[in-house]
Structures are given as C-alpha cells and as structure tokens.
Nanobody
Framework: QVQLIESGGGLVQAGGSLRLSCAAS????????MGWFRQAPGKEREFVAA????????YYVDSVKGRFTISRDNAKNTVYLQMNSLKPEDTDVYYC?????????????????WGQGTQVTVSS
C-alpha cells in the first residue's frame, strides 16, 4: 500500500521560506512522477510542481517559477518542495502525489496516490 506523508507546513510571513517534505513508501517509485498540488477551500486542486523520479526532470506552474524548487532524495524516498519568497496567495493546503509515468503531469488525473495534505499559511 502506497503511503505519502507530508510535513513541513506552517505559518510564515510574506517573503519567508518553508520546505515541505513528502516521505513515500509502499512501492518502487522508479519511473514514477511525484507532484505537489495545492487547494484552497471551495476551489479545485491545482498543480504546483512535479519531478520525474528516475531522471529528475522538473515542471512548475508559472506562478511559482523562480521561487519554488522541487527535488528528490532517492536514498530517503523523499520529495521536497523548497518554497522561497512566499506570498499570501500561496496560502493553501499542499498535497503530495505519486503517479505512473506519462502525461498528464500537471493534472490531478495523472496521479493515483495522494498524501493527507499540509497547511501553508503566509501572512501579509
């Protein structure tokens, strides 16, 4: 059974930084893609960033390019999202997701396993 455990969320002032972690277990993730999505109450879950486990290709939504960095640690089976220069509009629940290779990498239907989410709140 796949488990994705997120951590690292919290409250930070605008301009600050947070690092989210996603500890993955339950299968071999080689070849998989790992993504971060976020969701506000009453809104659809939206893509933030993704990385392919084997070759570490990365993808970002335009609004976080240059501020967020996704990475993975093969030895720890963990994916990270380093978030810098945070803005109040980054406030959301952030979810880690795992999906088989192939497209769509930026859409929720491309992922079959999800974590429980971690709250990120950025104050102005």
């Amino acid at each position: 059974q796949v488990q994705l455990i997120e951590s690292g969320g919290g409250l930070v002032q605008a301009g600050g930084s947070l690092r989210l972690s996603c500890a993955a277990s339950g299968r071999t993730f080689s070849g998989y893609k790992m993504g971060w999505f976020r969701q506000a109450p009453g809104k659809e879950r939206e893509f933030v960033a993704a990385i392919t486990w084997s070759d570490a290709n990365t993808y970002y939504v335009d609004s976080v390019k240059g501020r967020f960095t996704i990475s993975r640690d093969n030895a720890k089976n963990t994916v990270y999202l380093q978030m810098n220069s945070l803005k109040p509009e980054d406030t959301d629940v952030y979810y880690c997701a795992a999906g088989p290779p192939g497209i769509p990498i930026t859409m929720t239907r491309g992922y079959g396993d999800w974590g429980q989410g971690t709250q990120v709140t950025v104050s102005s």
